[in-house]
């Protein structure tokens, strides 16, 4: 079995890749924005960054949860993700409601892909 860490702290690994497959922490937005079409273009650009460092991209999808901590987010939510994700290439899917761990947070999403 092959197993890779990217940027791991004592905490969590950014990611964890296993046997082709690449796991990936939650990603929450690293802007100052309140609105969640700018959050999750935020969190995406993050996920399209983490995933070229393991050397994929979002055409290789697996797995996707998202976070949402108002549900009356998801339609601006899926406009964005409608838009960034390739056509035919939709990964297995699940959003909730949760409460996040920084009240200034709308979203995260946590993906696995292949490499």
């Not at 700018?38 to 460092?53: F, G, H, P, Y």
Request: hydrophobic share 45%; net charge negative; glycine share 4%.
């Amino acid at each position: 079995m092959s197993l890779q860490r990217i940027d791991t702290t004592s905490r969590y690994s950014e990611a964890v890749i296993v046997n082709g497959l690449i796991f990936c922490a939650g990603m929450v937005p690293d802007t100052d924005a309140n609105d969640i079409t700018s959050q999750t273009e935020n969190v995406l650009k993050q996920v399209d960054a983490v995933l070229e460092r393991c050397f994929s991209d979002r055409g290789k999808l697996v797995d996707a949860t998202i976070f949402l901590a108002d549900l009356a987010d998801y339609a601006a939510m899926n406009q964005v993700w409608d838009a960034w994700l390739p056509v035919g290439k939709a990964p297995a899917r699940t959003t909730v409601a949760a409460k996040l761990a920084d009240p200034h947070w709308k979203i995260e999403i946590k993906i696995v892909a292949a490499q």
